[in-house]
């Protein structure tokens, strides 16, 4: 086993995204991917390194994977390696960014008159085009269609997957105190062409409010307090580690 946070055997580099290095491992249907310190907000027109923070989103990512498992949910998810380091099935990665919204706040506050806080029951699915260059514009399902990303079998697969994800999330967090008030997931299919679960959920893709406080940038307890400089972001992000590692406590290490 590797000792924490430090760099496991693998191969050649195949990706590095603005979270993430993607490795080649001794398996063609596995790689390890490392988490990193870089945060990027804005289409990564602000960048910072936040020291811990790809071993934060990496402790919550692999509990959160399994907690779906267990719930039936299928993911990359395969085990970790170390602190950073995470072992995940190879997917081809679909070019959608789902986003689930429990809680209306962010784009959907400032390109609707709908208020910050409105409770939005059953939650609200948006899909987004997964490219930086044009900065993930939003979809409509004609234009998901018209761009030939999915066929209408597999979008029907990943809302359900999606909606199945947000059931199993919310009341887990509110057990926690925290509100999941929206998230962005990602999401592949396998060689044997199983619709999976993939990248990360942490506070770099969820919204987290803290229902132990009032005070509406205290609640926060995400990538906005990075996005809008209050300070804390990784105590925020602890202290979702904390909560989650309280309800589950050590992550399976990959074989
Ligand atoms: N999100 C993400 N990556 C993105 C865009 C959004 O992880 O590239 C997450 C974000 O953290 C939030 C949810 O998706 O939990 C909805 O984000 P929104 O569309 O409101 O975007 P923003 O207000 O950040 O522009």
């Known amino acids: 086993m590797s000792p924490a946070g430090a760099s496991p055997v693998h191969g050649d580099l195949l990706y590095e995204g603005k979270a993430k290095r993607v490795f080649a491992s001794d398996r063609v249907d596995r790689v390890v991917v490392e988490f990193k310190n870089d945060a990027t907000a804005f289409n990564a027109q602000k960048k910072a390194q936040l020291d811990d923070k790809g071993r934060l989103n990496c402790q919550i990512s692999a509990r959160l994977f399994e907690l779906l498992e267990a719930k039936g949910i299928p993911s990359h998810y395969v085990g970790l390696v170390s602190d950073t380091w995470m072992v995940v099935q190879r997917v081809e990665i679909i070019p959608l960014e789902v986003v689930l919204r429990n809680v209306a706040t962010g784009s959907l506050c400032r390109q609707t008159p709908i208020e910050e806080g409105t409770a939005i029951e059953p939650a609200l699915l948006d899909l987004y085009y997964k490219d930086d260059s044009l900065g993930d514009p939003l979809l409509t399902?004609?234009?998901?269609?018209?761009?030939?990303?999915?066929?209408?079998?597999?979008?029907?697969?990943?809302?359900?997957?999606?909606?199945?994800i947000?059931?199993?999330?919310?009341?887990?967090?509110?057990?926690?105190?925290?509100?999941?008030?929206?998230?962005k997931l990602e999401l592949g299919f396998n060689a044997d062409g199983q619709l999976l679960l993939a990248d990360e959920i942490s506070p770099d893709t969820c919204r987290f409010w803290d229902r132990r406080s009032s005070d509406a940038q205290d609640r926060i307890l995400d990538k906005d307090r990075f996005r809008k400089d209050l300070g804390g972001v990784m105590k925020a992000y602890g202290e979702v580690l904390k909560r989650v590692q309280s309800a589950c406590p050590e992550p399976r290490k990959s074989l």
């Open 141 to 164: 399902e004609a234009r998901v269609k018209l761009l030939g990303l999915v066929d209408d079998t597999q979008m029907t697969a990943i809302e359900g997957l999606a909606r199945r």
């Open 166 to 183: 947000n059931a199993v999330l919310v009341p887990f967090f509110a057990d926690l105190d925290l509100q999941l008030v929206d998230f």
